[in-house]
């Protein structure tokens, strides 16, 4: 990655990667301890759980409303809105989420060590 890149490409790179079902970028882009938090009927996902139930899904779009990142060199939160549209065994998922990440630059790249999803009223 290059090194001016920005925390909130990696959100993007990310969603683009689990849209694509691509499972070797995901991996490349998560950190190795992270953590899934959201809802209690979410519970809490390492990177493995994550990645295998985000590529579970059939994912047709993720378009970012607003972001924001908060830059704390080394660390970096960032908040997206975004609207996603999607099935799961069947069923439609489709709606409006906040999204907290957590990363973390290691030598110039960006890692996803936290993040903290929300669905939001549409």
Do not use: N
Request: glycine share 6%; aromatic share 8%.
């Amino acid at each position: 990655m290059h090194e001016k890149a920005l925390p909130s490409d990696l959100v993007r790179r990310l969603q683009a990667a689990v849209l694509t079902k691509d499972r070797e970028t995901l991996e490349q882009l998560v950190d190795p301890g992270f953590a899934l938090t959201g809802s209690a009927a979410l519970g809490l996902l390492d990177k493995r759980q994550w990645i295998d139930s985000a590529l579970e899904f059939a994912w047709e779009a993720f378009d970012f409303e607003e972001s924001s990142t908060i830059d704390l060199e080394s660390t970096a939160v960032v908040i997206s809105r975004l609207r996603q549209r999607g099935r799961w065994k069947g069923r439609d998922i489709s709606g409006r989420f906040l999204l907290v990440d957590v990363c973390r630059r290691l030598e110039g790249d960006w890692l996803l060590v936290s993040r903290y999803a929300e669905r939001l009223p549409d």
